[in-house]
Nanobody, 121 residues
Framework: QVQLVESGGGLVQPGGSLRLSCAAS????????MGWYRQAPGKQRELGAR???????NYADSVKGRFTISRDNAKNTVYLQMNSLKPEDTAVYYC???????????????WGQGTQVTVSS
């Protein structure tokens, strides 16, 4: 069993900042890629940012230059620093992780429950 718990969402004004956290727990041996995806009402889920265990990052064009993804491998935690937020960033943000369970030799993908980010005046 693996659980991903997101935190840090909320209501913020345009131009403001939020920092999301996602902590993975369970019988984890290691975690490969972690990422943040977002889904607005009526729209499909889309990639925001992802990061490999070694620290290589990839960002959607819509957030590049404004968001920064990072991780703490010792804590099995990934972060998303969101600056210069826009109303179009409003969505539920979901954490994703490719987790290798203890006792297994392969990775499975897991999703968090999501945290709401609302950017509005």
């Amino acid at each position: 069993q693996v659980q991903l718990v997101e935190s840090g969402g909320g209501l913020v004004q345009p131009g403001g900042s939020l920092r999301l956290s996602c902590a993975a727990s369970g019988s984890i041996y290691s975690i490969n890629t972690m990422g943040w995806y977002r889904q607005a009402p009526g729209k499909q889920r889309e990639l925001g940012a992802r990061i490999t265990r070694g620290g290589n990052t990839n960002y959607a064009d819509s957030v590049k230059g404004r968001f920064t993804i990072s991780r703490d491998n010792a804590k099995n935690t990934v972060y998303l620093q969101m600056n210069s937020l826009k109303p179009e960033d409003t969505a539920v943000y979901y954490c994703f992780a490719e987790v290798i369970l203890a006792g297994f030799g392969y990775a499975n993908g897991y999703w968090g429950q999501g945290t709401q980010v609302t950017v509005s005046s």
